[in-house]
């Protein structure tokens, strides 16, 4: 329709709708309002270009408007399935999630074959944590359309959350069937083969998802993460480097490379990165943690155990902290401070052996054999590979030749 008929037909609201669609297509999107505007006064209840109108307003940002306009389109067709599913997409913008579903569902009551609707009301479910209800959803999604690539691949998120790998997976491979160039279904395969213990497939699907997009940084972070675990430390940096190349705002990039370099040596560099992580975010506990592990291997004990405090803050409940925190302490020779700490760590976790062999130690330094060979006692029962640590363990060098301490390492038969 050219351009000029609304103005040579001034009251024809079609003329002025079309004029509107026209323009919303080449991304003239305040002119396309202007046109739905001049559809809305020839005819206040023309209830298709409310809706688009409303559509346009939410191409801005406009979100509350644009509800506006859908309320104003159903108030004349209240049928109208179109405006529900619109007003449900504005809505979940909103995050009135609850609100959202309802939307879809009056969507779907009047068109149950609403494939978009039934995908729509899945996405809106899963963020509710509904997880069985969303699959259903998509379910009836891939009935209307077997071939919508995001529904196969929502419920293979779905499915994952759900512990459903297996499952999971076939639905990433189809959505990769129907759109190869997918590069979020390439990433979350991948996920999900990690899950499987499937390594080697689980590296080649991030390698596709940076085919299709190498700026993907999650795929990069994710990458070094299973190389390090292969023992590939510097091609996980490598991985890191280039997650951070994309979004230096990565935290856990930052804290991955930190470990990464610990594992090289470079302890200075580690905790370079571990200051980066915790500026892009201060609650980081992990992060803290391992900052404290580096500046306690460089013999900076007293800012070691702030670090600790600072993760213990974070997360009352790490054992690793409070075990470390409990190590520095003997470092500076405050042993009931550090025993405080172990029987911290066991509160949380009563067979956390590490604790154990610590309070033994502490105790043997303090020179309380029975409490060392109770608690030496304690975590052979839990592990037995202490029976050879603590043979060579300097700290129990006072007792290494007492009688009690070799029929507990087994040195001796018990009488």
Do not use: H
């Not at 329709?1 to 079609?14: G, I, Q, R």
């Not at 891939?142 to 419920?155: F, I, M, S, T």
């Not at 085919?211 to 940084?217: F, I, M, S, T, W």
């Not at 600790?308 to 409070?322: C, F, G, H, S, T």
Request: overall charge negative.
């Amino acid at each position: 329709m050219s351009e000029n008929v609304s103005e040579t037909y001034p009251k024809d609201a079609l003329a002025w709708y079309n004029k509107g669609i026209a323009l919303g297509r080449l991304g003239k999107t305040e002119e396309a309002i202007a046109c739905y505007d001049k559809a809305l006064e020839v005819n206040p209840r023309y209830d298709k270009a409310w809706n688009n109108k409303g559509i346009a307003l939410g191409r801005l940002g406009k979100t509350e408007e644009a509800i506006a306009c859908y309320d104003k389109a159903l108030e004349v067709n209240p049928r109208y399935d179109k405006a529900w599913n619109n007003k449900g997409i504005a809505l979940g913008r909103l995050g009135k999630t609850e609100e959202e579903v309802a939307c879809y569902e009056k969507a779907l009551e009047v068109n149950p074959r609403d494939g978009q609707a039934w995908y729509n009301k899945g996405v809106a479910l899963g963020q509710l944590g509904k997880m069985e209800e969303a699959l259903a959803c998509y379910d009836k999604a891939l009935e209307v359309n077997p071939r919508d690539g995001q529904a196969w691949y929502n419920k293979g998120v779905a499915l994952g959350q759900l512990g459903k790998m297996e499952e999971a997976l076939a639905c990433y491979e189809k959505a990769l069937d129907i759109n190869p160039r997918d590069e979020q279904a390439w990433y979350n395969k991948g996920i999900t083969l990690r899950q499987l213990e499937k390594t080697e497939e689980e590296l080649a699907c991030y390698d596709k998802a940076l085919e299709v997009n190498p700026g993907l940084a999650e795929a990069w972070y994710n990458k070094g993460v299973t190389l390090e675990q292969l023992g590939k430390t510097e091609e996980a940096i490598a991985c890191y480097d280039k997650a951070l190349e994309v979004n230096p705002e990565l935290a856990e990039a930052w804290y991955n490379r930190g470990v990464s370099l610990r594992q090289l040596g470079k302890t200075e560099e580690a905790l370079a990165c571990y200051d980066k992580a915790l500026e892009i975010n201060p609650k980081y506990d992990k992060a803290w943690y391992n900052k404290g592990v580096a500046l306690g291997q460089l013999g900076k004990t007293e800012e070691a155990i702030a670090c600790y405090d600072k993760a213990l803050e974070i997360n009352p409940r790490d054992v690793q902290a409070w075990n470390n925190k409990g190590t520095a302490l003997v470092r500076l020779g405050k042993m009931e401070e550090a025993l405080a700490c172990y029987d911290k760590a066991l509160e949380v976790n009563p067979g956390y052996d590490r604790a154990w062999y610590n309070k033994a130690c502490t105790y043997s330094l303090k020179g309380d054999k029975e409490n060392a060979l109770k608690n030496l006692s304690k975590v052979i029962e839990l592990n037995a590979a202490y029976i050879e640590i603590a043979k060579k363990d300097e700290d129990f060098k006072s007792l290494w030749e007492d009688e009690d301490f070799k029929k507990i390492v087994a040195l001796l038969p018990a009488t």
